[in-house]
Each structure stands twice: as structure tokens, then as C-alpha cells.
């Protein structure tokens, strides 16, 4: 209901030309002046096209014990929420800034030698210094795939791999 009539308060506004101060002259072309109105934007699809707020990722996991202190004591991840299955813990949600991510036990139903983190990067942006969290990540026993440098298109990144293999690029921006 607030909002509705804030709307109503707001369609019902008149915009009011300034008057100019005792003894000064407004120009005619600023008196004449309209506010700049923005262009149509173009009509959306119809049906409707899928629009996303964020997209998390979920990985299939060797050692669930092992993975959640890697995620946790190298990248500085924090266990938001477990799950289990038969007493045991069979996935996390975790979170690092407003990026979530689950871990799951792998069942092994599809085989104990199936390889993880083929053909996958998993790429996170930050506004922080590269350099100084690169150093912490290493302080903290990760190992960097590539130390921080600064790309051709002018980011700057590092990259590292988890306990199973996914790989892992952490930039900023230019």
C-alpha cells in the first residue's frame, strides 16, 4: 500500500520552473529548457526471455571433510548451511561475500575414478587488491596455479585449483 502511494504521490507532482533570484536574469534558452527525457527502451520479448539475479555453483566433491576446510581456511568461504544423508554430512552451502556455493559427496554410483574439474573454470570478481589476497591464499596453504598478474585486456588475476582439480580465477578489473 506505501508503495502505491508513493506512486500516486509521485505521478501527481508537477515539475516547477526555478524562478531566478532578486535581480538576476535567466537566460531564455534555460528558462525555455525542457529536462532530458530518456529513450523508449524497446518492448521485451514476449514469452518472456529468462532474466537471472545470480547464478551459484554446485560441485561434486572426493572428501566433503577435506573440501569444506580448503574452501574455508584457503579462500575464507563460511558454512551457511549442511545437509545429511544416513548421519553423514552429505553437502554444504557456502558463502564468500554474496557468492554462494555448494559442495556435495560425490555417491560414487558413477565411478571412484571419475575425474572433477575438467573442462570447468569457475571465475570471481572482486574489487580488493589481487596481490595482497593472493599472498593470504598462499599464507593459508594454497597453492596458485599463476601468480597475480596483470592480463593484455587489463585485468589483473591470479588462479588456483581445489583439493578435486576445479579451477579457480580470481580478478579485478582495470
Known amino acids: 500500500m506505501a508503495a ?3 506512486t500516486k504521490k509521485k505521478a501527481g507532482r508537477k515539475t516547477v520552473a526555478k524562478k ?3 535581480g538576476k536574469k535567466v537566460p531564455a534558452k534555460a528558462a525555455a529548457k525542457k529536462p532530458a527525457t530518456k529513450p523508449a527502451l524497446p518492448p521485451r520479448k514476449q514469452p518472456e526471455t529468462l532474466r537471472l ?3 551459484s555453483v554446485g560441485l561434486t566433491v572426493n572428501d566433503i571433510e577435506r573440501s569444506i576446510a580448503w574452501y574455508r ?4 568461504f563460511v558454512v551457511m548451511d549442511e545437509w545429511t544423508h544416513e548421519g553423514k554430512r552429505a553437502g554444504v552451502t557456502m558463502r564468500c561475500g554474496a ?3 555448494y559442495l556435495g559427496q560425490d555417491d560414487w554410483k558413477k565411478g571412484r575414478d571419475r575425474l572433477k574439474g575438467e573442462g570447468i573454470r569457475i571465475y ?3 574489487v580488493q587488491d589481487v596481490d595482497r589476497l593472493a599472498a593470504v591464499i598462499k599464507a593459508h596453504g594454497g597453492v596458485l596455479t599463476h601468480d597475480p ?3 593484455s585486456w587489463g585485468e589483473r588475476d591470479f588462479g588456483i585449483v581445489d583439493p578435486d582439480g576445479f579451477k579457480i580465477t580470481i580478478s579485478t578489473g582495470a
Open 4 to 6: 502505491t502511494r508513493k
Open 20 to 22: 531566478a533570484a532578486p
Open 53 to 55: 539475479r545470480r547464478v
Open 73 to 76: 581456511d584457503v579462500l575464507g
Open 99 to 101: 557468492v554462494e556455493l
Open 124 to 126: 570471481g570478481r572482486t
Open 149 to 151: 598478474k596483470t592480463e
